[in-house]
């Protein structure tokens, strides 16, 4: 049982923020991933939690009790990095015994319970190797396994996954998501990737420039993001977003069109999703010659531009146009998503 709370905790070197007033709670067997791109904070955060950085300011808790004070090794956390960090001397079954060694725990237990995390981890048949013998998915699997050994109260990992090449990310990624559920502890994963983030994570909080953006479910956070930095951050593509003028309702730009919308007079961003919106001959709120077309296999993606920025629309497989025809892409008010033009934050 673990629950964590991060009270107003930030992070300074000198006057360079490197986490700005995090506040949060994480309940017992959550599966937290923070996202954000390179430098925002992320790992900083962690790291704050496992007490190998301190605080500048704010309190960390672990089960109601302030952890500020104690070190990495009194926390009952385990870590498990990008750089897989074992011991190249030690065979796998001793990288993965290592961490109840250094606890001191009776060693007639140990066999069993290496065995238990390392089939866990299908690397039973792997246990006499050392990790130069391994390729790079089964040396992240050393790391997982060692760090389940330990029946820790809480699992940090970070981008466990990035020096994996792309298919062993998605097959260790589905086994991270299927150990997760069946150790049901709660874990903070760190990653700046956000498919990792949407198909692994009970929550989800987006950071930028050390500043907390956005915290939700996937499915919030897709639909509903807080700020534009979100919105162009979750999606693939990205969310389109355009830079217009409304006047009674009526949303227009370069080529763009939208009217219903309820939103006072001004300028504001208005976003909407490749996937949304729809390609047709004519008729659509955007108007525009085509400037690229990509084939994605079960679709196709038409892109027209708009005041310099490239517009995407999401049409099926059998859609057939040249680059330059004219497109009219349909993108009524009820997809649309609309934002402070300034401040980039969320109007609806
Ligand atoms: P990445 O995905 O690249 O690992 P991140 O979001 O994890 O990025 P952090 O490692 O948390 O980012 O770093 C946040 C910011 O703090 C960065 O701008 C980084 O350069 C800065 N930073 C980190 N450690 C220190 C340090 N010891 N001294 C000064 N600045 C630091």
Redesign the pocket.
């Known amino acids: 049982m673990a629950e964590i709370q991060l009270r107003n905790v930030s992070?300074r070197?000198g006057s360079?923020v490197?986490?700005e007033d995090f506040t949060l709670t994480i309940p017992d067997r959550e599966f937290l991933v923070l996202l954000?791109?390179?430098?925002?904070?992320?790992?900083?955060?962690?790291?704050m939690i496992a007490g190998l950085?301190d605080p500048s300011k704010g309190e960390i808790l672990i089960d109601g009790k302030v952890v500020n004070d104690l070190e990495p090794k009194d926390r009952d956390v385990a870590m498990v990095f990008q750089s897989y960090a074992l011991y190249p001397n030690m065979n796998v079954y001793e990288n993965i015994r290592f961490p109840l060694r250094v606890r001191g725990e009776n060693p007639a237990g140990h066999k069993e319970k290496v065995m238990r995390a390392s089939a866990m981890v299908e690397l039973d048949e792997f246990l006499h190797r050392k990790p130069a013998e391994l390729s790079g998915g089964q040396r992240q699997r050393v790391a997982l396994a060692r760090a389940i050994v330990r029946e820790p109260n809480v699992f940090l990992m970070?981008?466990p996954l990035s020096n994996l090449d792309a298919k062993l990310r998605v097959s260790t990624r589905a086994q991270i998501k299927n150990l997760s559920h069946e150790l049901s502890v709660t874990t903070i994963y760190?990653t700046?990737d956000q498919i990792e983030a949407m198909t692994l994570a009970d929550r989800v909080v987006v950071?930028e420039k050390?500043v907390v953006q956005q915290v939700g479910s996937p499915t919030e956070i897709y639909d509903k993001p807080a700020n534009t930095f979100v919105a162009s951050f979750i999606g693939n593509p990205a969310m389109n977003l355009i830079d217009g003028v409304v006047q009674g309702g009526t949303f227009t730009a370069d080529s763009v069109s939208v009217e219903g919308l309820n939103v006072k007079d001004g300028p504001i961003t208005l976003g909407f999703r490749a996937e949304d919106a729809e390609v047709s001959q004519e008729g659509g709120q955007i108007t525009a010659p085509i400037y690229t077309l990509e084939l994605l296999g079960d679709a196709t993606m038409v892109s027209v531009r708009i005041g310099g920025a490239l517009v995407s629309a999401r049409s099926d497989k059998t859609f057939r146009a040249e680059i330059g025809d004219p497109i009219s892409i349909r993108i009524p008010q009820e997809i649309c998503h609309l934002f402070d033009a300034e401040t980039g934050a969320r109007l609806d």
């Open positions: 992070k070197w360079f490197g986490v954000g791109p390179s430098g925002c904070g992320k790992t900083t955060t962690m790291r950085e970070d981008e760190v700046h950071m050390g």
